[in-house]
């Protein structure tokens, strides 16, 4: 399939992830937008509204306080379906094309997840009420880029399928108790990291939370490889710009070290059964030292990690770091109330719900940093601005195809198990990977 338009446009995606500068965090946004004109009768109507925020997330106190305000404005009711990343990332192509599907969701950004819904019909074109709204107005083009589609399913495209509240990136996050325990300090380059990694182990302590049953595997994975790529791999990786050697150093280095990590100590032995929400527990209660993760963690660190002081930093020694926009708020096509889910986005946009994202540990996209008052919030954008600076910003790693996500977990399962090796895990990614970009290239 011909896809030449997409892919200039794709191109352009990375181009001006950049320029998402302090600007994009201190843009005033005007409450309530063009809301208005956009006001329905809610009275006796509910608006079903599914999100995977954990409860102490920036996000979903955010969300939470949002209720009220949509309520008294419409008159209408919000029913909140909490449901799992893992739920909804497996079961959205089936469930949207049903009655069962709800009238606001929150869903991944990329090609191959809120890209793919776009593609297939399933998530509506909101670029009307984009306009109407104003939205538009207080995102950064790079903000934008994740929320724009073409009818191909590449981001970067024309028309309007999401719209994100907050941004994201993946760091790591340090208990500087334990570090101050063990004479240590927080490393500022790749070889500092390993030499912390190193004591910890002969302190007895494995010091890496870590989790190869979901996502956390799979993101230290890229990382890895993005301390030896440069911003043309990402664009090769993330846009189809060139094909990916997958015997090139970048994956091979990322693949042989995470192996290494565990064979050294660094990681559990157990680390395939590992599950997301373990690892977050085990940096939480003081267990594991080190925690390579995203932004999204940092509000309930501030609510639960309060028996010691910890940090968050960018990846030492890598310009390039995962992160981009955060999730969308998209309309399924079969949405029975689209009006009263263009009303409640509006509201998380407002200046009220931006400042408690902000506040509560979360990066917002529309916020007047005079309204952010929190000392470690401040810290959090800070850093987020550091990445920013770098143009360090790169994605994540299963968004080039659809299903790659799976691939990426059973691969680096066996990898980790030793059930096979480096060699063969990047052939196989490789394989599944050209498979399921084919129609992009």
């Not at 990375?14 to 937008?33: P, R």
């Not at 191959?112 to 538009?136: P, Q, R």
């Not at 399924?332 to 719900?353: G, H, V």
Request: hydrophobic share 40%; charged share 20%; aromatic share 12%.
């Amino acid at each position: 399939m011909a896809r030449t338009n997409a892919q200039r446009r794709a191109t352009r995606a990375l181009s001006v992830v950049g320029s998402i500068a302090v600007a994009a965090l201190t843009l005033a946004a005007c409450s309530g937008g063009g809301g208005d004109s956009g006001a329905t009768d809610g009275e006796g109507k509910t608006l079903t509204l599914w999100h995977y925020e954990g409860a102490d997330s920036a996000m979903a106190k955010a969300w939470n306080a949002a209720v009220p305000i949509f309520e008294e404005k419409t008159g209408a009711t919000v029913k909140i379906e909490e449901k799992s990343f893992e739920q909804i990332q497996k079961t959205a192509s089936q469930v949207l094309d049903t009655d069962a599907a709800p009238d606001l969701m929150e869903f991944n950004k990329g090609n191959a997840t809120a890209g793919f819904l776009a593609s297939t019909g399933l998530i509506a074109d909101i670029s009307d009420a984009v306009t109407e709204y104003g939205w538009d107005a207080k995102l950064a083009p790079s903000l934008q880029t994740t929320a724009k589609y073409s009818s191909d399913g590449v981001m970067g495209g024309d028309t309007w399928y999401g719209v994100p509240n907050y941004g994201e990136f993946v760091g790591v996050y340090y208990n500087l108790d334990a570090f101050a325990a063990a004479g240590l300090e927080v490393p500022t380059t790749y070889d500092e990291f390993v030499k912390v990694l190193d004591a910890f182990v002969a302190k007895g302590i494995t010091p890496l939370a870590e989790a190869g049953a979901e996502y956390p595997l799979g993101q230290l994975w890229y990382q890895l490889a993005l301390t030896k790529a440069d911003r043309q791999w990402v664009d090769d990786y993330q846009l189809y710009s060139n094909p990916v050697d997958w015997n090139g150093s970048e994956v091979d280095y990322a693949s042989q070290t995470l192996k290494e990590y565990v064979d050294k100590g660094y990681i559990a032995k157990d680390v395939s059964s590992v599950k997301a929400e373990d690892a977050g527990v085990s940096f939480i209660n003081g267990t594991s030292p080190i925690f390579v993760s995203g932004s999204w963690w940092y509000g309930r660190m501030a609510s639960e990690a309060t028996t010691f002081d910890w940090t968050l930093a960018a990846f030492p020694g890598s310009k390039l770091s995962l992160g981009s926009s955060g999730n969308l708020w998209v309309v399924p096509e079969r949405s029975k109330n689209k009006d009263l889910a263009y009303q409640f986005i509006d509201i998380t946009m407002s200046p009220e719900i931006q400042a408690i994202i902000g506040n509560s540990g979360g990066v917002p996209v529309a916020a007047d940093t005079a309204d952010i008052t929190d000392a470690k919030s401040k810290e959090l954008i800070d850093t987020f601005n550091g990445v920013l600076a770098d143009d360090g910003l790169s994605f994540y790693p299963d968004w080039p195809a659809p299903g790659f996500y799976d691939v990426l977990v059973q691969e680096l399962q066996g990898l980790v198990t030793g059930s096979q090796d480096a060699a063969t895990t990047n052939a196989n990614l490789g394989k599944k990977y050209d498979e399921g970009t084919a129609d992009f290239r």
